[in-house]
């Protein structure tokens, strides 16, 4: 049986017929019927491009419909779909491209110059482009191509995705996701939240994360539903769209700034069945506030780019502020002594651990990674702290890793910091995450100077600039003589943090 994750998808799109798949404020989208003529073309061209099966297909592009289409094709023929954030500098790429080893980069009309000379530096065969008006090379080797209408068997274990997160040690992994992985995540959570035909996705996430391109897009296609595809978040836009719309996904930062707007009301909201947050806690503050003034109680869920979801809160029930719910159906989980692995008693504080269909098969090219954080017995050591209540919700009350998020966008200190201590002058610095009202958690670096030296903030950030992302680039630089140890010699960040607690709200 082919186990290609794409053949369901084929089934659900035939199915469809001439239902509206994507859509755009500009009036250009596709079909569902539209949408598979195109893929068997992208699909043409990626194999006459030499993507053959188990190839990696890395995309740094803008968001369009046709980037859907592209992830749909690289699928079908077997591919392994490999997102890169638009935000990621030349350096960052070149970091990639050289891991990953894809047999084929698509990039922006933009950057196909500097996109060559990575691929030439880093062995990948072929670059092409993809612009945000169905343009670049890729949609014209398309329109040429012999149009692919098999699908390439895989199995339930093959690979169908690598997305990178950043790591402890500065180095981002690869996690391997399988057509299994998302196609049992996928169906899950189209059933336990109720996505039907009728169904209208509101997207205004990026789709080059697991929530704008998996849970979004993957769960939108097991339903046959349909998706408004907005550039970015914008209020402006969302309050226009949400009496067309049912459903909305965001990070807790667009319910923060919805819940600060004057327009949401019970009217505005009246057509929508569904707001569902993730990726950074979500306030209970905020949860209340959004359901007092609409009605609506934001369902709150929890997952990981190596585990897609996890545990959610109950479409029919309570869904309780500040807590992530319950595992999904066929996901289990336990709370456990991080050294021992042995679950705490209930409602204490310990380390989530997850088992399930759902989690990944390890980091591309890092055995012993994946042996740290994915267990014999199964289970995915998520590097989150929580308790379980009395009710059976569970609750995220902290991370036993060094990590800060942003705006939902994960950024490991230590990346940040080995960068900074690159800069002349530049003794040490330690990166943290403070209260931010709009982003969650502000990324911000506390610098110690080379003695004698005078530094400044604004040189600290230009030496960032083009060398990390934008959203990892500390928002202020402070400056100290010395960083706070414990006795072991290790930064006192939770000091750090409490110092510096008021700087962005
Ligand atoms: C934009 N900027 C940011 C961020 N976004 N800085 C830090 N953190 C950010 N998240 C920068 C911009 O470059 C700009 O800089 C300045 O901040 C102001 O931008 P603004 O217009 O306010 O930003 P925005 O375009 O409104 O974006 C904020 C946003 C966006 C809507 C929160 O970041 C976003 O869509 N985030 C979603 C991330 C996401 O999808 N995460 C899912 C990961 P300047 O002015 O200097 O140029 S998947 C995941 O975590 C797991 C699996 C899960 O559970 O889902
Ligand atoms: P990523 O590696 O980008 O997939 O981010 C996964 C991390 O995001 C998790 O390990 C959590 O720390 C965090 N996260 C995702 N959803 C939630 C949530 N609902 N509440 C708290 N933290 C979350």
Same mark, same amino acid.
């Given at each position: 049986m082919n186990q290609n994750l794409f053949a369901t998808f084929a089934r659900r799109m035939r199915e469809r017929g001439d239902a509206d798949f994507i859509t755009t404020r500009q009036g250009r989208g596709y079909r569902y019927d539209e949408a598979l003529a195109i893929i068997t073309r992208l699909a043409g061209a990626l194999i006459e491009l030499g993507v053959t099966p188990g190839d990696r297909v890395a995309v740094q592009v803008e968001k369009s419909p046709e980037a859907i289409l592209l992830y749909l094709a690289t699928l079908r023929v077997g591919g392994v779909y490999l997102p890169l954030n638009t935000g990621y500098t030349g350096e960052e790429i070149h970091y990639f491209l050289a891991d990953a080893e894809p047999a084929l980069f698509v990039c922006r009309p933009g950057d196909a110059e500097n996109a060559r000379s990575i691929a030439a530096d880093t062995g990948c065969p072929q670059v092409a482009t993809l612009g945000t008006a169905a343009d670049g090379s890729l949609m014209e080797a398309a329109e040429r191509a012999t149009p692919r209408?098999? $699908? $390439?068997?895989?199995?339930?274990?093959? %690979? #169908? #995705?690598i997305l990178y997160t950043s790591g402890t040690t500065g180095r981002s992994k690869g996690a391997m996701l399988t057509h299994r992985n998302l196609g049992s995540n996928a169906a899950t959570l189209a059933e336990v939240w109720r996505f039907s035909e009728e169904d209208r996705l509101i997207h205004a996430l990026p789709i080059f994360h697991t929530h704008g391109l998996f849970v979004a897009c993957n769960v939108t296609l097991m339903a046959g539903a349909s998706m408004l595809f907005l550039p970015k978040f914008d209020a402006d836009v969302i309050f226009e769209e949400m009496p067309r719309g049912t459903v909305l996904m965001g &990070?807790?930062?667009?319910?923060?700034?919805? &819940? #600060?707007?004057?327009? %949401?009301?019970?009217? $505005?909201? #009246?057509n929508m069945r569904l707001f569902v947050s993730g990726s950074a806690p979500l306030t209970a503050e905020t949860h209340r506030a959004f359901e007092q003034k609409t009605g609506h109680a934001i369902l709150e869920r929890y997952g990981m780019t190596e585990t897609n979801m996890n545990l959610s809160n109950p479409y029919d029930g309570e869904r309780r502020a500040g807590t992530v719910g319950m595992p999904l159906p066929g996901v289990e989980y336990r709370i456990t002594d991080r050294e021992t692995h042995e679950s705490v008693p209930k409602g204490e504080i310990g380390m989530l651990e997850i088992r399930g269909p759902n989690v990944f098969v390890g980091y591309w090219r890092m055995p012993e990674k994946t042996r740290e954080e994915l267990l014999e017995d199964g289970f995915f050591v998520t590097g989150d702290l929580a308790m379980v209540d009395e009710r059976g919700y569970i609750h995220i009350v902290g991370r036993d890793k060094d990590l800060v998020i942003s705006g939902g966008y994960n950024v490991y200190p230590k990346e940040v910091e080995q960068v900074i201590d690159e800069l002349e002058g530049v003794h040490e610095s330690a990166v943290i995450g403070l209260p931010h009202t709009d982003l969650g958690e502000g990324v911000t670096a506390v610098v110690v100077p080379e003695p004698g030296t005078n530094l400044d903030e604004a040189q600290v950030l230009d030496h960032l600039q083009g060398q990390l992302a934008k959203y990892k680039q500390p928002k202020r630089v402070f400056f100290a003589d010395s960083l706070p140890r414990n006795t072991m010699g290790k930064v006192q960040k939770n000091q750090l943090r409490e110092q510096y607690q008021d700087t962005y709200r």
């Open positions: 209408d098999d $699908i $390439i068997e895989r199995d339930d274990n093959d %690979l #169908a #995705a &990070v807790p930062t667009f319910y923060t700034r919805l &819940v #600060a707007d004057e327009r %949401l009301t019970p009217e $505005i909201t #009246a």
